[in-house]
Nanobody, 130 residues
Framework: EVQLQASGGGLVQAGGSLRVSCAAS????????IGWFRQAPGKEREGVSC????????WYANSVKGRFTISSDNAKNTVYLEMNSLQPEDTAVYYC???????????????????????WGQGTQVTVSS
């Protein structure tokens, strides 16, 4: 079965940095793409970033371009999201998800953020203080 575990969240002050991790198991890592989503209280879930470990393609939401960097360590079946210049509006629960969708369709899902079912699990809380 597909298993994903998000970790690494915590408290950070505005302007600081944090790295969250997504550890994968139960599937062939390079056959999937991995996406990060986030949801803040009272707001819709939004796609943040995604990566195709097989070829290195990446995508970022406009709100995080230039600040966040996604990467994969294929030997460890782990995807990382390095978050720099964090702002209070980045405060949210961050979730990771695995997809077999073609890249173009995955980008569509990332842009939508919501409107489809996924077993999100617990996610990891990121809180940015002013």
């Amino acid at each position: 079965e597909v298993q994903l575990q998000a970790s690494g969240g915590g408290l950070v002050q505005a302007g600081g940095s944090l790295r969250v991790s997504c550890a994968a198991s139960g599937f062939t890592f390079e056959d999937y793409s991995i996406g990060w989503f986030r949801q803040a209280p009272g707001k819709e879930r939004e796609g943040v970033s995604c990566i195709s470990p097989s070829d290195g393609d990446t995508w970022y939401a406009n709100s995080v371009k230039g600040r966040f960097t996604i990467s994969s360590d294929n030997a460890k079946n782990t995807v990382y999201l390095e978050m720099n210049s964090l702002q209070p509006e980045d405060t949210a629960v961050y979730y990771c998800a695995a997809f077999t969708s073609p890249w173009a369709r995955l980008i569509r899902l990332m842009t939508m953020g919501t409107g489809f079912y996924y077993d999100w699990g617990q996610g990891t809380q990121v809180t940015v203080s002013s």
